[in-house]
Every structure is written in structure tokens, then in C-alpha cells.
């Protein structure tokens, strides 16, 4: 048995795209520039410098493996710093492990996390079964590797529910799913499939499914 850590910066983004079928695995090629904040370059930059707009990429780009990210020292992915990625001023040996609620904050709304989340809600959908309980523990199994506990699989049974009726009473379902490049697949109830990206988005939450254990 090893020592029980989170895992790297890197690490966790591609998780969380391979998990919502997202993650393009073709080695080698040019650095990529996915989601990122905007305006992010610009404090960093010379006026009339070549890398003073941050222009993201689209297409397979977005959600290439994160060591292709392209990296400028002076205004570096905020994503990955906040999960302790080093910023590459200088080697680093070993790097810090921090535990902050910007975290959390970023898996549930940075762009990347958010259409991994609705993507994987498509996966349940369409992969895991008819019913709740089959879908849920098609989730776990997609995430975790792992059956849920009876008291794991109520909860976000509740999850499920409360979504599921939040989502019809208002519109805001449609503006999840538009969130991030991949369009939503139209075949799908647009209530339910937010709903379901919601589930996905706990479980990509997990304190299990972001450390090693």
C-alpha cells in the first residue's frame, strides 16, 4: 500500500475528461490552448506582444491531455495552479499539496468541469440503464471503480430528484447544456440530462475520486 494523496493538477482534468468520454488520446503534436479565464495574459504581457490575447483553441484542441497545455510563465493556467501545478520558474522536485475551497469551487464551475459533467450525464443516460438505480451505479462504476453503498446510492438518488424538479420548473437547464463546446445530444430530455449532469458533477466532486488512495 502506498501513502493516500491527492492527485496532481493534471491528473484530475484528465480524469475528468477520459470519465466523460471527452479526452482525446492521440500523442504527440503542437501545444493546445483549452478553457481559460478571459483576459487571462493580458496583466502578464507586453503591449503589442505576441502572447498578450489568449486565443482558445476548439475542436479535439480542447480536450487534449493536460501536459499539452500550452504554458506562459507569467500567467499560467489558473486551473492547474490552484491544484499545485509548479509554475515552471524553476524544477521542482516535489510538489506542495494544498486543500482550498477554490478546489471545490473549480470542479463545480470552471468550463472544463462543467461540460465533463454534463457529457458524462449524457453517458449515464444513454450507457447506464433505464432506471435510477442502474444509472447510479453506472456512474460509480464509471468514476470510482466501484459499486455504491446503499446510503451512497440514496443520496444521490435525492440529488437526482431534487435536480430533476428544479430543472422543470425553470429554464435554466438549456444554459447548462450549453456550457463548453460539445453540444448537448438533442435526443436527450433537456430537464433530465441536466439533472443527470448534476449527479455527475458530485461524483466528480468526490474527495475519492480526486486522491489516490
Given at each position: 500500500?502506498?501513502?493516500?494523496?491527492?492527485?496532481?493538477?493534471?491528473?484530475?482534468?484528465?480524469?475528468?475528461?477520459?470519465?466523460?468520454?471527452?479526452?482525446?488520446?492521440?500523442?504527440g503534436?503542437?501545444?493546445?490552448?483549452?478553457y481559460?479565464?478571459?483576459?487571462?495574459?493580458?496583466?502578464?504581457?507586453?503591449i503589442?506582444?505576441?502572447?498578450?490575447?489568449?486565443?482558445?483553441?476548439?475542436?479535439?484542441?480542447?480536450?487534449?491531455?493536460?501536459?499539452?497545455?500550452?504554458?506562459?510563465?507569467?500567467?499560467?493556467?489558473?486551473?492547474?495552479?490552484?491544484?499545485?501545478?509548479?509554475?515552471?520558474?524553476?524544477?521542482?522536485?516535489?510538489?506542495p499539496?494544498?486543500?482550498?475551497?477554490?478546489?471545490?469551487?473549480?470542479?463545480?464551475?470552471?468550463?472544463?468541469?462543467v461540460?465533463?459533467?454534463?457529457?458524462?450525464?449524457?453517458?449515464?443516460?444513454?450507457?447506464?440503464?433505464?432506471?435510477?438505480?442502474?444509472?447510479?451505479?453506472?456512474?460509480?462504476?464509471?468514476v470510482?471503480?466501484?459499486?455504491?453503498?446503499?446510503?451512497?446510492?440514496?443520496?444521490?438518488?435525492?440529488?437526482?430528484?431534487?435536480?430533476?424538479?428544479?430543472?422543470?420548473?425553470t429554464?435554466s437547464?438549456?444554459?447548462?447544456?450549453?456550457?463548453?463546446?460539445?453540444?448537448?445530444?438533442?435526443?436527450?430530455?433537456?430537464?433530465?440530462?441536466?439533472?443527470?449532469?448534476m449527479?455527475?458533477?458530485?461524483?466528480?466532486?468526490l474527495?475519492?475520486?480526486?486522491?489516490?488512495?
Open positions: 500500500r502506498g501513502p493516500r494523496f491527492r492527485m496532481d493538477a493534471e491528473m484530475i482534468r484528465d480524469y475528468a475528461l477520459a470519465s466523460s468520454g471527452l479526452l482525446v488520446r492521440k500523442v503534436g503542437p501545444s493546445v490552448k483549452p481559460q479565464p478571459d483576459g487571462v495574459w493580458e496583466a502578464g504581457a507586453m503589442g506582444s505576441n502572447t498578450r490575447d489568449y486565443q482558445r483553441d476548439s475542436g479535439e484542441n480542447l480536450y487534449r491531455r493536460s501536459m499539452y497545455t500550452f504554458w506562459k510563465r507569467t500567467a499560467p493556467p489558473p486551473t492547474l495552479v490552484t491544484f499545485d501545478a509548479p509554475d515552471r520558474e524553476t524544477c521542482v522536485v516535489r510538489r499539496r494544498t486543500n482550498t475551497p477554490l478546489q471545490a469551487l473549480i470542479l463545480m464551475n470552471d468550463p472544463t468541469y461540460e465533463a459533467s454534463r457529457k458524462l450525464g449524457e453517458r449515464i443516460m444513454r450507457e447506464g440503464g433505464k432506471t435510477t438505480d442502474e444509472r447510479i451505479a453506472f456512474a460509480f462504476r464509471v470510482l471503480g466501484r459499486r455504491p453503498q446503499a446510503r451512497e446510492r440514496d443520496v444521490l438518488t435525492q440529488v437526482y430528484q431534487k435536480q430533476r424538479a428544479l430543472y422543470a420548473e429554464e437547464a438549456a444554459n447548462l447544456l450549453k456550457v463548453g463546446e460539445a453540444p448537448a445530444d438533442a435526443n436527450l430530455d433537456a430537464q433530465e440530462l441536466a439533472a443527470w449532469s449527479v455527475a458533477s458530485v461524483l466528480l466532486n474527495d475519492e475520486t480526486v486522491t489516490k488512495g
